[in-house]
């Protein structure tokens, strides 16, 4: 145990779960940490997403120079969904009786990410860390489109990283390589008119239904995949055109879903629908847009490096077991954080909680393994650093 007690340990993770971040207000979360930071002399800034002013990024800093090792964690949660589901208040974290604490985001992943943060002060009170940089980037936007994440890109707080950690939820296996997202909108633009006199209108809806008869008859030839994360999807999930019987629509949409791998990756996605749009086009009067309003890279990584190998020796250690390296189907910031890196760059997502949790009605994490995992980070972190030359 180090300078912080269990009980802090336990209500620093309770204060962070009461605040209702559901993507947005991640600047209180931010807030608070700064907060904690400020008290054992960690600088930590604050980044302001740029379309709110409740929205925000941390980056918080210890030791200096090279190398630069990133740890990162999401401050947004997901929606409760219908609280009367819940057996326990989603934003008061209780403990049951089986030494789990319940709470929106105890998985996913407020304990992972106070976890790194507290793990922080530990290294800095026990002046542990010999050389190189830790540099602590809390996200907004994960849940929804990594919005906060490609800020941190943009601003350049990736350019010197030499190794990341993501603490996602993933504490019965480490992974090194994930799936990209993607949804994109299609939408029809058409003309409106009685339906008694059509020839004065042009209907949206008929361009669009054949435009996805058209991408799932060619996305059926795909047959690539990938050893590790299997084939890539897409989806067509909603569909929506028209407001009244008799009137000819002017307007249609039709929302997408991909889960992409390196060897169809999201620019093959975007080429494939604009070659569809373009047929329908010339085969009729129809006016087509692409909007891929969500657009999450694969990140694909050899495993082959150091820090990889020392998160599964502290993992195996820790707990007493023999962790799997694995690839995930789920996506993370790493989409935005990793753009740029090659396949041989250390990425390692590990963190408290079981991936099933994340997203769950009673969400939990268990007390041992979060408190465990603040230990756990406090000396693969510093020994990484240390003994890299
Ligand atoms: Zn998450």
Do not use: C
């Amino acid at each position: 145990m180090g300078v912080l007690s269990e009980k802090e340990r336990i209500k620093i993770l309770s204060d962070v779960i009461e605040i209702q971040s559901i993507n947005d207000n991640e600047l209180e979360v931010a807030q608070y940490l700064q907060k904690l930071f400020s008290s054992y002399d960690i600088k930590a800034d604050i980044v302001q997403l740029d379309d709110s002013d409740t929205r925000a990024n941390l980056v918080a800093e210890i030791g200096e120079g090279k190398p630069v090792l990133g740890v990162s964690g999401h401050m947004d949660v997901v929606t409760t969904g219908d609280v009367s589901n819940w057996n326990y208040e989603p934003f008061k974290l209780t403990e049951d009786d089986q030494g789990r604490l319940h709470g929106r985001g105890s998985a996913d992943m407020k304990s992972g990410l106070v976890a790194l943060a507290l793990s922080l002060i530990e290294i800095k009170q026990s002046s542990t860390l010999k050389k190189g940089t830790i540099r602590f980037m809390a996200t907004a936007g994960e849940e929804i489109t990594s919005s906060g994440a490609a800020k941190l890109y943009d601003e350049g707080y990736m350019n010197d990283v030499d190794a990341l950690l993501i603490a996602e939820p993933s504490q019965d296996g480490i992974v090194y390589t994930h799936k990209g997202t993607m949804d994109i909108e299609v939408i029809s633009k058409g003309k409106s008119a009685h339906s008694s006199m059509p020839e004065l209108g042009y209907n949206a809806i008929n361009p669009l239904t054949d435009f996805i008869h058209y991408i799932n008859a060619e996305y059926s030839k795909v047959d690539t995949s990938s050893e590790l994360l299997g084939t890539p999807t897409m989806n067509s999930t909603v569909i929506q055109g028209g407001d009244q019987v008799n009137s000819i629509p002017e307007y249609a949409s039709s929302l997408f879903n991909m889960r992409t791998i390196p060897e169809f990756d999201n620019k093959r996605f975007i080429e494939l629908f604009e070659k569809i749009k373009n047929k329908v086009e010339q085969e009729s009067n129809a006016s087509l847009a692409i909007n891929p309003y969500v657009n999450r890279e694969p990140v694909h990584t050899t495993g082959e490096n150091s820090f990889l190998k020392l998160s599964k020796q502290y993992g195996d250690d820790y707990f007493n077991r023999d962790l799997e390296l694995t690839a995930s189907t789920a996506t993370t910031d790493a989409s935005f954080l990793m753009k740029g890196k090659d396949d041989a760059f250390p990425f390692v997502m590990y963190g408290p909680g079981e991936t099933g949790q994340a997203h769950q009605v009673d969400e939990y994490v268990y007390k041992d393994v979060y408190l465990t995992f603040i230990d756990l980070y406090t000396n693969l972190l510093t020994d990484y650093l240390n003994q890299e030359s």
